[in-house]
């Protein structure tokens, strides 16, 4: 006898579309799933949002399930996979604050209309130095 068999019995209304089965999944797989996020998260705050998310994609997956496999690896295989999309979305983020900052410290040269004038003004100077010149 296997020892997720009645997980997969549970798999199986699950995906006829028994709501309370897949509620029976989750209490049996929570701690699992839990341990397996919190010591892969650096962000614990992050905790509840990975796990949330691991179980609307099991949800949503569950009819790909492979029977002849353990149940509990590949559920937390698609912790894993969310704990992956969760450290890039943080590292994205941190890369747009980091670009905010930079932005918001980088001081800008002189404003354009004055470097226009300065120009005019420049070249208005040389020409008057050029025909002192030439006389």
């Not at 798999?11 to 839990?34: H, P």
């Not at 410290?105 to 120009?119: K, R």
């Given at each position: ?26 209490d ?13 998260l ?30 509990k ?7 894993v ?7 890039r ?5 941190f ?8 932005f ?10 004055q ?5 005019l ?8 130095i050029?025909?002192?010149l030439?006389?």
């Amino acid at each position: 006898m296997r020892r997720d068999e009645g997980l997969h019995t549970l798999i199986n209304q699950a995906i006829s579309g028994n709501r309370d089965s897949f509620s029976q999944i989750y209490d049996l797989t929570i701690e699992e799933v839990t341990r397996a996020v919190y010591f892969l998260l650096t962000d614990r705050a992050d905790l509840e949002d990975v796990i949330q998310e691991t179980y609307i994609q099991a949800y949503h997956a569950l009819s790909r399930f492979d029977s002849s496999r353990n149940f509990k690896p590949w559920l937390v295989g698609i912790a894993v996979n969310q704990v992956k999309k969760q450290r890039r979305k943080n590292f994205k983020l941190f890369m747009l604050s980091e670009k905010k900052k930079q932005f918001e410290t980088t001081t800008f040269g002189e404003d354009a209309s004055q470097v226009v004038l300065s120009t005019l003004e420049n070249e208005e100077l040389l020409t008057c130095i050029e025909n002192s010149l030439s006389n």
